[in-house]
């Protein structure tokens, strides 16, 4: 399977390897929540064929066993996982690279952004992990920008893809995605991309987990601010350097601005309490903190 464009072609093209090995229904492949309140992924044992991946867009889908399908019915979204269809390759091309819109790569690689910070966050002790995020934050600062002063050029949109790479292959050992739990229920109920919803909510789940994360947003304001991290109240200069970075893209600041509205909160509340992305979060959140942070974000 040769999966040739962006992130949905990418993650379709791993999901229908899975249903055409597998040959059942899809409800009976995808994660679930169990009666006990567990979420839980069906072992899916069937040979694979192997998935090669030409992106145009930076995401870190490439490094991933994950992919998804949408009910059109419910506007549920069927979480499939199989380290099996990990791809055996990805070929990084100049040409393919310049054929996304330049708002396109840049929206792709807020995703990777907003990742990276909430992994950093997530990060145990973990030296290898911390490499992989730390380097990849960088990349992704410094080459965001110039992504948006040169965007027929085709060596920000190649460097921003090895950044994305290389969190996605961060995140893996570590999880920490509210803001993509939430970015999953609400980016199809808004007018812009996952990558633009994630980045707005990442300022306001960093700060409900700002509690239980300081060393990790210490290795956020050390890679994002020029200041050393040993400062007082490392916290607050990680969510202000983020909040600065979002503002100089002129990504938008609040839900509202992307055309959710406040009746769609409930919804998107009620998805991501079932996303898997939600299992593997620093700060265990409930519903009505969700409630509140979306309102918040609102």
């Known amino acids: 399977m040769i999966a040739v464009g962006g992130g949905s ?3 379709t093209a791993r999901a229908a390897t899975i249903l055409l090995a597998e040959r059942r229904p899809v409800r009976d492949l995808c994660t679930r929540r169990q009666a006990d309140g567990r979420l839980t992924s069906p072992r899916l044992a069937a040979p694979k064929i192997p998935n090669w991946v030409v992106p145009t867009t930076p995401i870190t889908a490439y490094a991933k066993a994950g992919s998804a399908v ?7 979204r069927l979480a499939l996982f199989d380290p099996k269809t990990r791809a ?7 040409a393919m690279a310049l054929t996304a819109p330049a708002g396109l790569t840049s929206s792709a690689a807020l995703n990777a952004f907003a990742m990276a910070v909430e992994s950093l966050q997530a990060c145990p002790d973990d030296p290898l992990a911390e490499a992989l995020l730390v380097h990849a934050l960088r990349m992704l600062a410094q ?4 992504l948006h002063s040169a965007p027929d050029q085709a060596e920000p949109r190649l460097r921003l893809m090895l950044a994305a790479l290389l969190c996605g292959q961060g995140s893996d050992y570590v999880g920490g995605g509210l803001a993509q739990a939430l970015s999953h229920a609400a980016g199809p109920r808004s007018s812009v991309s996952n990558g633009v919803v994630e980045a707005l909510l990442l300022p306001h789940t960093m700060r409900f987990n700002a509690p239980v994360t300081g060393p990790g947003l210490g290795l956020v304001a050390e890679t994002l601010d020029t200041r050393s991290a040993a400062q007082p109240a490392a916290e607050k200069r990680a969510i202000a350097a983020v909040e600065g970075f979002l503002a100089d893209l002129a990504v938008p600041a609040r839900l509202r601005d992307v055309g959710i509205t406040k009746a769609a909160l409930a919804d998107v509340a009620d998805h991501a309490m079932d996303d898997w992305a939600i299992t593997r979060v620093p700060r265990r959140v409930d519903r009505q903190e969700l409630d509140q942070l979306l309102c918040a974000a609102w």
């Open 70 to 76: 949408r009910d059109p019915d419910t506007g549920e």
């Open 143 to 146: 080459w965001l920008p110039r």
């Open 88 to 94: 055996q390759g990805i070929f990084l091309d100049p």
């Open 9 to 11: 072609a990418i993650v």
